[in-house]
């Protein structure tokens, strides 16, 4: 089975094909370096108008895309060059050009596996990332939708389809962001689907690592209730995980309940804060350090999860931003369209499960809008991205903002520094997969 996967998006692509490729399905080899140019709506190639081109891969050929943006609109934002394997198709969306991958979806896996962490990590981790990456993969693949369709249908929690969307009312502004944004391909290769940085760290000495946790685990995935689970994943939920609806859609899976994140279950209700929709209990949380598998400071552990460039950022589990209220009004200006004013105050009107902030009240001099879900409220309230929307906020007197905060992402489904550190204390794969999803199970599926 092969997806479709969008790398880039621009008037004109520069690419290579390392070596020979067949063109069109014709007879004619081609490799070097080429550039292809929107003209017209259509697709300047080597002299020629064409409405698309297909580069076939033959003889596990790769080909090269440059300057790819990775971390796009994240803190970590930069440009790379990147090597594929699989086919490489250019088409245009009326405006600019988009680069595609055609490619075998284990291959994909490898390497996801290995651009959402490091090819040295853990081999259990390794493996239960593998059936998470795989699962969302399918779970949301029309093929795979057309296959369950029948059992989806006598389950409420399938019915609705999954949806960027946003709607405004009574100065509210609600608004998420959902992988069928995308209509040229299946998935893109940035994190808001699954990182796909091509072959890099697969032609290393590592390269056995990965493939070895795809194979061990080839075709399996969660199921729950006849269905592939919608598997999520952040890098750290902050010591509790959060529930679906208030990332996405209004709706919730019984496998992706807020849980701690940790193995005794009642540990928040001895620390006397486990309802962290309590703006008092969420408080407490957020300036506490409690006891729990992403709370971990060791080197080792963190570099299984972080890349190069995600070792930027030195605070996940709890992390503190300041601004003035001049740069609070106009990164908010800039981000959200609207002139604010001075920032009057920043108002938690609803949080989530694990404390992340689902509805924010921006109060202004000039204007005053509701904003949510947690993806939208931690876009406006940065140049790039807050680390998560678990965060408390406190005004000094001279009108500065300081923002306390609690995790990386949105916290629902696995944890990745949690799940590192299980695997680095003897937890298996499955052991893992069962900690962050309630009672989903391992299957095999016939990809």
Not at 215 to 226: C, D, F, R, W
Not at 328 to 334: F, G, N, Q, T
Not at 372 to 381: P, Q, S
Not at 384 to 403: E, I, Q
Request: aromatic share 12%; glycine share 6%; net charge neutral.
């Amino acid at each position: 089975m092969t997806i479709s996967v969008g790398i880039l998006e621009r008037e004109r692509i520069d690419f290579q094909l390392n070596s020979p490729f067949l063109f069109e399905k014709d007879e004619n080899k081609i490799s070097g370096k080429f550039s292809a140019t929107i003209f017209d709506k259509k697709i300047l190639f080597n002299g020629k108008i064409y409405d698309e081109l297909v580069f076939y891969n033959i003889n596990n050929s790769t080909f090269t895309l440059f300057d790819v943006k990775i971390g796009i609109n994240f803190h970590w934002e930069q440009f790379e060059n990147q090597h594929f394997e699989g086919d490489l198709k250019i088409v245009s969306n009326g405006e600019k050009l988009v680069a595609i991958n055609i490619i075998d979806i284990e291959k994909y896996l490898c390497s996801v596996i290995s651009s959402e962490m490091s090819a040295m990590s853990f081999s259990e981790l390794l493996k239960a990332h593998t059936v998470i990456s795989r699962s969302w993969l399918l779970a949301n693949n029309e093929e795979c939708r057309m296959k369950n369709e029948e059992l989806k249908m006598k389950n409420e929690k399938y019915k609705e389809k999954q949806n960027s969307a946003f709607y405004i009312l009574h100065s509210t502004l609600i608004k998420w962001y959902e992988r069928d944004a995308h209509t040229l391909f299946d998935v893109c290769a940035d994190d808001h689907c699954q990182r796909y940085q091509g072959v890099s760290d697969r032609r290393n000495t590592f390269l056995k690592r990965v493939t070895s946790a795809v194979e061990a685990t080839k075709g399996e995935v969660l199921m729950y209730s006849g269905a592939i689970c919608d598997t999520r994943f952040s890098k750290c939920c902050g010591g509790k995980t959060e529930l679906f609806s208030s990332c996405w859609a209004d709706r919730d899976f019984d496998y992706l309940i807020a849980k701690d994140d940790n193995p005794s279950p009642f540990w928040g209700v001895r620390e006397g804060y486990s309802d962290l929709t309590d703006e008092k209990n969420a408080e407490k949380f957020i300036f506490s350090s409690p006891k729990c598998f992403c709370n971990t400071n060791s080197k080792e552990i963190i570099n299984q999860v972080f890349k190069d460039f995600d070792k930027k950022t030195n605070d996940f589990f709890r992390w503190k931003v300041t601004y003035s209220n001049a740069e609070l009004s106009d990164i908010l200006r800039e981000k959200s369209g609207i002139d604010f004013g001075e920032i009057v105050d920043l108002i938690p009107i609803k949080r989530g499960q694990s404390g992340r902030i689902t509805l924010l009240k921006i109060i202004g001099t000039k204007h005053t809008l509701n904003v949510g879900k947690e993806l939208e409220i931690r876009r406006l309230l940065s140049k790039s991205h807050l680390y998560s929307s678990a965060f408390v906020v406190k005004k000094s007197k001279k009108g500065d903002f300081t923002f306390y905060g609690a995790g990386w992402g949105h916290g629902v489904g696995l944890c990745q520094i949690g799940a590192a550190v299980m695997s680095a204390n003897g937890y298996s794969y499955k052991e893992i997969l069962e900690h962050y999803f309630n009672d989903a199970k391992i299957l095999k599926y016939n990809i």
